[in-house]
């Protein structure tokens, strides 16, 4: 009996010294004494959190120049979305990109359009009534957990989002669950390294950093690709 319960004793400390050898551990958000106007004064992993973008300047996202500048549909084109994918557009704004995505995904795909900000989502809502799309989904996340369902997500997009996530170990803590097995994780970010693209710095990320901050998630780096004028296009892969 004795042996037994030293056994089984023995069985869960193994258990619990596998669980923490496997769990990312969670970099520490620091206070800054110094630190940009448009940013938090939270740093993560070596760089300030940026500040939330508004629903006030929805207007911004939807510019028509938007196409001219960035070149959202070669970003589209470059995904390889194929009809019956399901995809996450994580901090969609006013979807912009989810109804691009929607037509590449088409009538057996859908986009989830998430974000922290109802407001955002009431436009997403009007943009699906007045085109008569059926395939994009509005969807409220909370700042540390999207609440998408397990293992469901083909691709998961953030443009031009991940920087502004004020708690980012606990969103891809959460992100990545629900990610399929060899789902990918694709992150849109304005050239930190290039000083003349036009963006707010805190709004700008470098692969490098970015790499940084994926290393401690179960995910294989993929490729970066440098098809657009301002942005990254970032890709891992879910273990
Ligand atoms: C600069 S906008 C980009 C919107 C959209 N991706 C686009 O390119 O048109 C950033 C968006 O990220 C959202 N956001 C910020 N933190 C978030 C979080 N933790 N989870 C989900 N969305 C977030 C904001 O509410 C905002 O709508």
Redesign the pocket.
């Known amino acids: 009996m004795k042996k037994l319960f030293r056994l089984a004793l023995g069985c869960s400390f193994a258990g619990l010294a596998i669980a923490m050898a496997q769990a990312p551990s969670h970099p520490p958000y620091l206070k800054m004494t110094e630190h940009d106007e448009n940013g938090t004064g939270i740093s993560y992993l070596g760089r300030e959190i940026a500040q939330?973008?508004?629903?006030q300047?929805?207007d911004w996202?939807?510019r028509p120049e938007?196409e001219a500048e960035e070149a959202?549909s070669i970003l589209v084109k470059s995904l390889k979305l194929k009809p019956g994918m399901t995809v996450a557009?994580?901090?969609?704004?006013?979807?912009?990109?989810s109804f691009m995505m929607a037509k590449a995904v088409g009538k057996t795909g859908k986009v989830y359009a998430?974000?922290?900000?109802q407001e955002?989502l009431d436009i997403v809502v009007s943009k699906a009534k007045d085109t008569g799309v059926k395939n994009v989904l509005p969807w409220l996340?909370?700042?540390?957990d999207?609440k998408l369902p397990a293992k469901s997500i083909d691709l998961m997009?953030?443009?031009?989002?991940y920087h502004?996530?004020?708690?980012?170990y606990e969103?891809l803590s959460h992100m990545v669950p629900a990610l399929k097995p060899g789902g990918r994780l694709v992150f849109?970010e304005y050239r930190k390294e290039d000083p003349k693209v036009p963006i707010k710095e805190v709004?700008k990320m470098s692969v490098k950093q970015v790499k940084k901050e994926m290393a401690i998630f179960p995910l294989n780096y993929t490729e970066t690709n440098e098809v657009l004028p301002r942005q990254h296009i970032i890709i891992f892969t879910r273990k």
């Not at 557009?89 to 912009?96: F, L, T, V």
């Not at 998430?114 to 900000?117: R, S």
């Not at 997009?157 to 989002?161: G, R, T």
């Open positions: 939330v973008m508004g629903h300047a929805a996202l939807d938007r959202p557009d994580i901090g969609a704004g006013s979807g912009y990109l998430e974000d922290i900000q955002m996340g909370t700042t540390t999207p997009i953030m443009v031009d989002v502004e996530f004020d708690q980012p969103m849109v709004h």
